[in-house]
């Protein structure tokens, strides 16, 4: 199975918006309202910020959305904080019964 | 709450196999729920390696599926991974997690534990 695909780096000032893509297939993205988002500080374990395409776990910040259009699915930072410099990673359920997690985009906060 | 911890050796020998545990606590591996393991290599993404359901039905990464076998441990509460042979290629960081009630996502995570593949 292949990685989904996200840019490599974003950034943005404190006070913006971002929005990392997350692009994959009809096999994954594509076929399923089943893609999680993920925030990985450095040296962290993951923690997962964004379910089934756009709920939020409770305790989530209400700045972080998720949405999907085809086979592309997005996470928007709004009012971009300091704290939100960070790894983010996308994952689906895939049409085989696995989980497939994106390559990574390194959010910096300018 | 949710709490899992992830035990192995630190470090293993190429062609050898890997064993790895994940202790759980706030929750029985019993229940309705899948058990799932990750690794990073460092300085690198997420790969999903594989995960078993609270009946002992397994998912496995079709790269992995030849070297790895997740198991079940319901006496001690824990859920293992071997991965069979090893080399340098595996090092990275191993991860345990808990998919949530929709399992659709990984919602509790290990901390981690480095195992590094070296002679």
């Known amino acids: 199975q292949s990685a989904l695909t996200q840019p490599a780096s974003v950034s943005g000032s404190p006070g913006q918006s971002i929005t990392i893509s997350c692009t994959g297939t009809?096999?994954?993205?594509?076929?399923?309202?089943?893609v999680s988002w993920y925030q990985q500080h450095p040296g962290k374990a993951p923690q997962l910020m964004i379910y089934d395409v756009s709920n939020r776990p409770s305790g989530v910040s209400n700045r972080f959305s998720g949405s999907k259009s085809g086979n592309t699915a997005s996470l928007t930072i709004s009012g971009l904080q300091a704290e939100d410099e960070a790894d983010y990673y996308c994952s689906s359920y895939t049409s085989s019964g696995t989980r497939v997690f994106g390559g990574g985009t390194k959010l910096t906060v300018l | 709450q949710v709490q899992l911890q992830e035990s192995g050796p630190g470090l293993a020998k190429p062609s050898e196999t890997l064993s790895l545990t994940c202790a759980v606590s706030?929750?029985?591996?019993?229940?309705?729920?899948?058990w799932t393991w990750v690794r990073q290599p460092p300085g690198e993404g997420l790969e999903w390696i594989g995960e078993?359901?609270?009946?002992?039905?397994?998912n496995y990464n079709p790269s992995l599926k030849s070297r790895i076998r997740i198991s079940l441990d319901r006496s001690k509460n824990q859920f293992s991974l071997n991965l069979s042979p090893v080399t340098a290629a595996d090092t990275a960081i191993y991860y345990c997690a808990k998919v949530g009630v929709t399992g659709t996502s990984l919602d509790h995570w290990g901390q981690g534990t480095l195992v590094t593949v070296s002679s």
């Open positions: 706030g929750a029985s591996i019993s229940s309705d729920n899948w």
């Open positions: 078993i359901f609270h009946g002992g039905s397994t």
């Open positions: 009809s096999s994954d993205v594509g076929g399923y309202n089943y």
